[in-house]
Every structure is written in structure tokens, then in C-alpha cells.
């Protein structure tokens, strides 16, 4: 097999995977280990792909997406995650949330808008302008829409003022997205200015839930704003790779699939 046609079988394998190993790709292509190295080592340097221990993830983890296809990306696993999730608020019985900016957060944020607290009011705080413009309609919620400069990649607030809007309140529960979820690297995003807003969500409340598909399992985005050891529940669709696993199980993370 010539190195062209290993490269086609190894990027049609990271579309589908979103990682390869190099063992894996030593067996399937009858190749030494060493020849895959120098494979991936070259489309690495042509930007197809990123070099991590043993193997490659995809480099579309680097890459921020429109909001519009982003919503449409593993939508019926994104609505079970929301569901799961609002079980998980419903049996904490929080008087106070956070709501992430995101595509996951937003399908938890639809069914929160039908959602009426046993007691009292809850207080929601989030910077996303769609998630804003679902939830105000719910009298039994009171939304506090946190400011900034709106970024029209993901409808979010950033700067100065949120992250000062979320330094101001102490949450129950804390709701965020992620682009990428991976053993050594947390949690990550592409944009330093959502980064910054994130890891201010996270220290705002006094725990926080992750809502992350499993098409983001092993990725690593461009700015880490939270580690494993930050998190305390993962909701997501499928149940994380040896190595994710152990890592968040050292961390203390419980994983709940929805």
C-alpha cells in the first residue's frame, strides 16, 4: 500500500473515530509501528491531524464551528444529555444554576423553559442571549442575563462585565459545555475570551455538571478552562474510553449516561 492511500485510510478513520492509535493502525494496515509514526508525523505537517501519546486526534478540535451547525450535530444525543441533566436538577433541588453558553446547554435550557420548581423560584444566571430569550417566558424562574460583548459565533457575552457578572453570585449548580474532554488536557474550548467565561462559571457555583457528547471524548480544544478534578458530574451519551475513564474516576468525577 502506497503512503497516500495509508493517509486516505487514516484520516477516514479519524472522520469516523475522532483518534487513531498507532497500534491499531499498524495492525489494520500490515505496516510496522514506525511507518504509521512517520504517517502521522506528515499529516501532521500538512495540518490534517494533531499528534498526541501513541496515536492522532483529529484536528477539527481546534476549529470553532457556527452556532447553526454546531445545533446540528448529534442532536438526539444532545437531548438526552439535557434530559438526564434536568433530572439531575430536579432531584438536587437547587434554589440557585448557572447556564453555559452552548448547543448541549441550550437543549437542557428548552426544557428547563417547561420547567416548574416544587418550591419556590429558581434563580438562573447565564450569558448566552438565546438561552436568555428561551427561559424568560417561565414565571417561575427569575433569569439574571449576565453582559458583555456578544460573540456572534456562539450568541455569549464575553469580557469584563461576565466575568464579573458570575464573580458576583454563588450557584448551586453549575451547567457548562465543552468543546473538548480529555484525559490529560480537562476540558477545553477554542476561544480564550469563552475560556475565561467558563472557567468563571465554574468557580461561581458550588458544583458543577458538565454536559459533553461523546463526539467530544479524547478531543483537545485550543484554551483548557477547567480540569477534570473541577468537575463533579459528567452527563453524556456514552460511556468515556479506558483512559477517559480512569482519569475521571481518579478525579472524582461521577459519570451519568444518558
Known sequence: M?????HARIIDELDSAGRVSVATLSRTLDVTAETIRRDLDALEAAGALRRVHGGAVRRAGLVELDLGERERRNSPAKRAIAKAALDLLVHAAPAAVAVDAGTTTRAFADLLAEHVPAEGLLDVVTHAVPIVLRLQDNRALTVHAVGGVVRPETSAAVGLPALDGFARVRCDLAFIGANGLSAGFGLSTPDEREAAVKTAIVRSSRRTVALVDSSKHGEESFVRFA????????VTDRAPDAELAAALEAAGVEVVLA
Open 2 to 6: 502506497y503512503a497516500t492511500e495509508r
Open 227 to 234: 480540569d477534570l478534578a473541577d468537575l463533579d458530574v459528567l
